[in-house]
């Protein structure tokens, strides 16, 4: 495939009505912008970072029509290498506009035939995508996402109140979009649900709890995993260096004896070694959060579940100047 540049990706979401508050804040972060099928970006991640991306077409060729794409596609050479053109059914057609399963494999045939190389549909070297989005067709190399968080589900230490391992991947792509030379601190990190999925991403961060039986669970959830993280027994009160980003899940009263002189402490302490904090709660705290010496900047809403007993608030802060 030479002479081809993409410039662009297109990106495919799937998300639950009660997730929809917390995908559209994380895609805010990553990308500056919110939908709930389809986004463009000249911003290239790997889909498997979010919980919510299906995959990502690296965008070759757009047009106002199928017949417009497949004309294009003659472009593309693949020499030894086999290939597999599919319909994307995420998409903003609307119901009555809906493409029938028929149809589908009539435009993956249509486009397919046009392109040298061999066609493969197992297993493929290339897998290709076309979908219509806003009025056109966009085609190119779709590459799918792992959905890595679902293999960390299941860990050596765990407990009812902790994150869900899908909240916790999202809560670090809000707090980090971009981990180059960011530098990022869990201080009460509990069992480590945030390290494991911030350290399965390449991000760079480390832990820290008072409670060492808490740091003694991350450390080997962490280890579960075969990656390497730093862990410590120590009291936010106590950190010390500055970092870029600080996550912190507040303790909860309705489950552990935190009051509301331990939590401010703890947001005090976050805005002195982070110039930007995400919080998680399940209480109003942003007199707290002002009071602190923070702005807040973007939230959502992060349900358990339709049925949860209760639901965390994502909390975007950064520091104010003059505290």
Not at 10 to 38: I, P, V, W
Not at 252 to 264: C, G, I
């Amino acid at each position: 495939m030479k002479n081809l540049k993409p410039t662009e990706y297109l990106y495919a979401y799937t998300m639950g009505l009660e997730e929809r508050s917390l995908c559209h804040l994380e895609q805010r972060a990553l990308f500056k912008q919110e939908s709930d099928n389809l986004l463009i970006s000249d911003r290239k991640i790997d889909p498997s970072r979010s919980p919510f991306i299906k995959g990502r077409l690296t965008i070759l060729f757009s047009g106002d029509s199928v017949d417009d794409i497949a004309h294009q596609v003659h472009q593309i050479k693949l020499e030894e290498q086999t290939f597999k053109v599919f319909y994307i059914k995420i998409n903003d057609l609307p119901i009555e506009r809906k493409i029938e399963f028929d149809d589908q494999r009539m435009i993956e045939k249509k486009v397919g035939w046009n392109i040298t190389g061999k066609a493969k549909m197992r297993n493929p070297d290339v897998l290709f995508g076309i979908v219509p989005f806003k009025g056109r067709w966009y085609f190119g190399i779709f590459t799918e996402s792992e959905s890595m968080w679902l293999k960390h589900i299941k860990k050596p230490h765990e407990y009812s109140t902790a994150l869900s391992t899908r909240l916790a991947r999202a809560v670090v792509n809000i707090a980090v979009p971009d981990p180059v030379d960011i530098n990022v601190i869990d201080p009460c990190c509990g069992i480590g649900t945030v390290l494991v999925e911030a350290l399965s991403m390449g991000i760079p961060i480390i832990g820290a709890d008072r409670n060492p039986l808490a740091v003694k669970g991350a450390r080997e959830n962490i280890a579960y995993f075969d990656m390497e993280g730093e862990v410590a027994v120590k009291d936010i009160a106590e950190q010390e260096g500055h970092f870029d980003v600080a996550i912190i899940d507040m303790p909860y009263n309705l489950f552990s004896p935190a009051t509301a002189e331990e939590q401010y402490t703890i947001i005090k302490n976050a805005r002195r070694i982070a110039d930007r904090v995400v919080i998680l709660t399940i209480e109003d705290m942003d007199d707290m959060i002002r009071k602190a010496g923070f702005k807040i900047i973007d939230r959502c809403a992060a349900d358990k579940g339709l049925k949860a007993l209760f639901s965390r608030q994502v909390v975007v802060c950064e520091s104010m100047s003059g505290y």
